[in-house]
């Protein structure tokens, strides 16, 4: 109930593309659902966040989806950059710890010129 | 603002060696955790302080593993004796209170061979 499932395993898109990673989710509980990027030999660094309380949060390029009844969130990288190649993770918690992620497997990204 | 820092980087060590990691969190930070990331996974929590008291230490192995966090600033993670499948990457992140500002550090590699 804790886990936190993310498909793809990897990704190719060509630039200008659409990039799209999804993730599922079980525990209810589960209040903060964000995404991070990581690139080789770095730690992860948090990219954009959302509440269960809205379906759909935009920054820049970079856009999450929410599906409260499906359980479901997934992350939209539009037009697409050979520098957005990396590895991509969603993450949730609880409001009611004081910050535990559980993340998803990962998804890494390649994104060709 | 300076990151959260690590050290060392790498580390190769042979089985049943002890290891130890040190963390340096953002200053003022009061919440520190520490996530083991296996290759081709995301990384999961080993263990959380909230200044120098810890929070969740549940999926932290602690026949072998231990980890403090004296005066409620620097950290230290100690593997003793270290496995085969303890080769991963030890990620420290901190934030100011929860899931609010957390920052990861660039973790360091171990390799036990």
């Known amino acids: 109930q804790q886990q936190v499932k993310q498909s793809p395993q990897s990704l190719i898109v060509q630039k200008g593309g659409i990039s799209i990673i999804n993730c599922a989710y079980e525990n209810t509980a589960f209040d903060y659902f964000p995404w991070y990027q990581q690139f080789p030999g770095k730690g992860p660094a948090l990219l954009i966040a959302i509440r269960p309380d809205v379906s759909e949060k935009k920054e820049g390029r970079f856009t999450i989806s929410f599906n409260k009844s499906a359980k479901q969130f997934s992350l939209h990288i539009m037009d697409s950059q050979p520098g957005d190649s990396a590895t991509y993770f969603c993450a949730a918690s609880t409001s009611s710890n004081t910050g535990k992620l559980i993340f998803g497997q990962g998804t890494t990204l390649q994104v060709k010129p | 603002e300076a990151g959260v820092a690590q050290s060392p980087r790498y580390k190769i060590i042979e089985k049943r060696q002890s290891v130890a990691f040190w963390c340096n969190p953002i200053s003022g930070h009061a919440t520190l955790y520490w996530y083991q990331q296996i290759l081709g996974q995301g990384p999961k929590l080993l263990i959380q302080f909230q200044n120098n008291g810890v929070v969740d230490d549940s999926q932290l192995p602690k026949d072998r593993f231990s980890a403090e966090r004296l005066k409620g600033v620097d950290s230290t993670l100690k593997i003793q004796p270290a496995k085969l499948e303890d080769s991963a990457v030890y990620l420290c992140?901190?934030?100011?209170?929860?899931?609010?500002?957390?920052?990861f550090g660039s973790g360091t590699r171990l390799t036990v061979v």
């Open positions: 992140a901190s934030s100011p209170r929860g899931i609010h500002g957390y920052t």
